[in-house]
């Protein structure tokens, strides 16, 4: 067979067969199914129409019908739309009133997303437009019908706006009358009035119109807008309905100013007066959503026509703002919008110099009881740290940023941190000029000192990290070796590495010794870190420094104040304990290297000066982040401190840093041993135990409790010291007998220890769930079944039920009750958890129903939480079980509750 290329064909020379057999391919098509085979003739039937081939225009109507229902599924692709756009020719000459299919796919195209979204689309939509004024109609009522779902696409309903404006600019006579009046006036009613939410169509119009009012260069655009807004909003403006004023105000702001072009210079000032009035009115709205909206749109409206609007308009304007709306007590969504419309003011260059004089009065917006408008204020502060006429701390002292930095949640500290941050750590400064900084931040605010560098240790990067905790360091020895005269020796290897080199200039106000000026560390240059920080940290300053004299200690030196030597310590504590993760990669091993090396030689002596000063603690903690063989001495003092009544936490933090959590569970096994009276003689030699049982014992119960409730602790015991713990909850779960002793016998009974024993039985079940999650509730069971047994009946008091009653003495009561509630919350903690099924919060519930009524009024408060925590638990639960709970025990047991509290409430007021 012959075949040639469409492309070569002439109108002339083209076969008739081959026009025969276009023409029955276009009259099949409708028929088809396959949608392969459609495309490929809806290609051929393109090309005619391209190439001008006979009868063209009536080889395209099939063929624009299928690639409208091809662009319309869900297969359609923005090619396929860039296709429809290039036969929109044909579509002049279709009659379009007798083909309702093609007028319902046509009218469909304004709906999808696909059109909306490339500029082919927004062509094809604007040509729509200008078929027929009764096409328009119905084209407006599509858009209507498709808001709801384009609402939740920007770019879907401002190209609806481009399409609407374009349109109307293309458009003359009849269609103009029809888009104003059937479309874009129309649009502006149902916007006042649309509801707001999932489904409304208020936000989806407004982006739709802010098309049409940023057209401010275009003066028929603003006459068109003031013509037909005006019967519409300023009405709306004071309707007594909030979200209709809601709508109208957004829609009036966004457009303003409304100018008609066509009116007089008077008649426009008139107008734009009568809109001023209006906004101000709109900024005392009584509705706070109101007040809101006003207040943002009037400061766009100030930043973009600062020189346009009147000066006693500013003028009330931001009187208002900073004399009523940052202070509005009624709504704190309010108070935030007004620092977040005075950040959008500084926007506009020419309003910095009015604004210098305005802005310290929101000094006190830092500590306003909202977070969120404390975050607004710290944003506004950060806008006008990037302003050059404005200083921040102008606005906000630097003692009220500290004093927020201290308390304050961890958002809002990243905040001032990020504002503070070149400040005490400028990035084109020395070390000493750093120092100098960080020593200053210490003495004005050392908690805040710390937090500042535990969230900074965020924003620098390892070298700047490492190098700033060595240049502290390094800074400290200086210090030290010169308070101690000299006559101290450094320990193993100090002078060797130093032989041959210049004493090194003591840090004083004016200057940082010169160890620190060469701590010059980048992460380009890590092959040089040892050489540079370990070896060769001393840089001859030019001064001439005598080689057999220790500079002395300056008066007025800020080391001398142990709040500040101690604070600046706590920062490089701080700055490891953050960085500890990434020092221990492999990547930084140089850099772990070098603060190992250089703190484990100076951190011996600094623990020997500062021992038994308040600074101890910190040196103590400090070394914790080194290997125990570098700092033995420290971690021997740590295990002898732990039993004292002051700065025990610190050492036991240190202990289990370094993986001692084994000689302090002995310390707590022994503890509890001696404290029950289990403790049995060994053989050999022992020194005597100079505490008395209780001690022991509230010492033990004090230790495992921190252990338990510290996280870090908590993570290195398990992991670490598992059979230790596993002792620990056998002794825990033996106290059960120690109790039942005590009630057993009342004579000379010692109940100086009844709280610890309380505190055991708690210990005993945290150390089950963490131990043993799988087994957890069957040994709560037990307790719960032992507390029912042994405990309630001490505590119920003789009645017709209990008429065996014992008496007993206050001790043994007040020992059951502290146990009781030490249950009511284990029960409590094990539901919150999840670990409970539906036959075991049973269980509970009838176990706290049962304890109201025999332990009275003590036991109140825990049986509430008790059974707060099984409704909710039941009420989330999934399952028949728990739906029978939720549904028949639980209000059952809160029935029983409030009958209790009904006819034996004269207890809880005695």
Not at 217 to 242: C, D, F, G
Not at 390 to 400: M, N, R
Request: glycine share 6%; charged share 20%.
């Amino acid at each position: 067979k012959l075949c040639t290329s469409l492309p070569l064909m002439q109108g002339d020379s083209c076969p008739q067969a081959l026009i025969q057999t276009a023409v029955l391919l276009h009259s099949v098509l409708p028929s088809l199914q396959d949608s392969k085979l459609i495309n490929n003739i809806c290609i051929l039937l393109e090309s005619w129409y391209t190439l001008e081939l006979p009868d063209r225009d009536s080889l395209t109507s099939n063929c624009l019908v299928s690639l409208l229902k091809r662009s319309l599924s869900t297969q359609g692709t923005k090619a396929d739309v860039k296709r429809i756009w290039n036969l929109h020719q044909t579509v002049l000459g279709f009659r379009l009133g007798e083909s309702e299919q093609l007028r319902t796919l046509l009218v469909s195209t304004i709906g999808s997303t696909l059109y909306l979204t490339c500029a082919e689309g927004c062509r094809w939509l604007v040509f729509l437009f200008s078929l027929s004024p009764d096409l328009v109609v119905r084209l407006h009522k599509q858009v209507k019908a498709s808001l709801p779902t384009l609402s939740t696409s920007k770019t879907a309903c401002a190209a609806l706006g481009e399409v609407y404006h374009k349109a109307w600019l293309a458009s003359g006579g009849m269609f103009r009358t029809k888009i104003e009046q059937d479309c874009i006036q129309d649009l502006m009613y149902r916007g006042v009035l649309a509801t707001r939410g999932k489904g409304g169509m208020a936000i989806a119009v407004l982006r739709m119109l802010a098309v049409l009012h940023k057209q401010k260069r275009s003066p028929v655009t603003q006459t068109m807008l003031s013509r037909l807004y005006e019967p519409i909003l300023w009405r709306h403006l004071k309707v007594a309905n909030s979200m209709v004023r809601l709508n109208a105000c957004e829609l009036f702001l966004s457009c303003y100013p409304v100018e008609d072009q066509e009116l007089s210079r008077e008649e426009r000032d008139n107008s734009l007066e009568m809109q001023h009035t209006t906004m101000m009115n709109l900024m005392r709205d009584e509705n706070p959503t109101v007040r809101c909206a006003a207040i943002s749109g009037v400061c766009g409206v100030l930043a973009n026509y600062w020189l346009l609007v009147p000066s006693d308009i500013i003028n009330q304007v931001v009187s208002m703002l900073i004399k009523e709306s940052v202070w509005d007590s009624s709504n704190a969504r309010v108070r935030l919008v007004t620092l977040s419309g005075i950040k959008t003011l500084l926007s506009s260059p020419h309003s910095h110099v009015y604004l210098k004089a305005v802005l310290p009065r929101l000094a006190d917006c830092l500590h306003d009881t909202n977070e969120g408008v404390r975050g607004a204020m710290l944003d506004l502060l950060l806008a006008v740290k990037g302003v050059r006429s404005i200083k921040f701390w102008t606005i906000c002292p630097l003692e009220h940023l500290l004093a927020r930095l201290e308390v304050d949640k961890p958002f809002i500290c990243r905040r001032i941190v990020k504002l503070l941050f070149n400040s005490y750590f400028p990035p084109d400064q020395g070390d000493e000029v750093k120092l100098e900084r960080c020593i200053h931040l210490v003495q004005t605010n050392r908690a805040a000192s710390r937090r500042f560098y535990q969230y900074s240790g965020e924003m620098l990067d390892i070298p700047g990290a490492v190098q700033l905790m060595v240049a502290i360091l390094t800074s400290v020895k200086i210090w030290v070796k010169a308070k101690m005269g000299g006559r101290e020796q450094d320990i193993e290897g100090e002078d060797k590495e130093n032989s041959g080199k210049k004493k090194r200039k003591l840090y004083n106000s004016s200057m940082m010794s010169d160890d620190t000026d060469n701590m010059s560390v980048t992460g380009s240059d890590m092959s040089n870190m040892s050489s540079t920080v370990l070896e060769n940290t001393t840089v001859n300053s030019g001064a001439n420094v005598d080689a057999e004299e220790v500079a002395a200690v300056d008066e007025d030196h800020p080391f001398n104040d142990h709040g500040v030597v101690g604070g600046i310590l706590d920062i490089v504590c701080v700055l490891w304990m953050v960085r500890n993760s990434e020092l221990s990669t492999p990547d930084n091993d140089q850099y772990r290297a070098v603060l190992e090396k250089k703190a484990g030689r100076w951190l011996t002596l600094f623990f020997k000066h500062f021992r038994g000063t308040p600074v101890c603690g910190t040196v103590v903690y400090l070394a914790s982040f080194l290997p125990e063989r570098l700092v033995a001495p420290v971690a021997s003092y740590c295990l002898a401190r732990v039993k004292e009544e002051e700065g025990w936490r610190t050492h036991v933090d240190c202990l289990c840093n370094w993986r001692k959590g084994d000689s302090l569970l002995e310390l707590v096994t022994q503890g509890i041993k001696g404290g029950m009276g289990k403790g049995k003689v060994a053989k050999g030699v022992r020194f005597e135990e100079t505490q008395s049982k209780d001690v022991q014992l509230r010492v033990a119960v004090k230790l495992l409790e921190y252990l338990m409730g510290h996280h870090a602790n908590r993570t290195i015991l398990v992991a670490k010291n598992r059979p230790m713990l596993e002792e620990c909850l056998e002794l825990c779960l033996s106290v059960q007998e120690v109790i039942e002793h005590k009630l057993g016998f009342s004579d000379k009974e010692d109940n100086s220890c009844n709280k610890e024993l309380a505190q055991v039985i708690s210990l005993a079940g945290q150390l089950t769930v963490l131990l043993h999650t799988d087994t957890a509730l069957a040994r709560l069971e037990e307790l719960l079944a032992w507390s029912d047994r042994e405990l309630v009946p001490v505590v119920m008091g003789p009645s017709e039920n209990n008429t065996s009653h014992i008496s007993r003495t206050r001790g043994q009561v007040s020992l059951c009750e502290a146990v009781l509630s030490t249950l009511c919350s284990l029960s409590t903690s094990c539901l919150s958890l999840g670990l409970s099924d539906p036959e075991f919060t049973l269980k509970v519930l009838d176990w706290a129903v049962q304890l109201l009524h025999s332990g009275g009024a003590v036991q109140v408060g825990g049986v509430v939480q008790v059974l707060g925590e099984a409704a909710m638990v039941a009420g989330i639960g999934k399952g028949p079980g728990w739906e029978v709970l939720y549904q028949e025990k639980v209000p059952v047991s809160f029935a029983k509750l409030l009958s209790w509290l009904t006819n034996l409430g004269d207890r809880l007021e005695e």
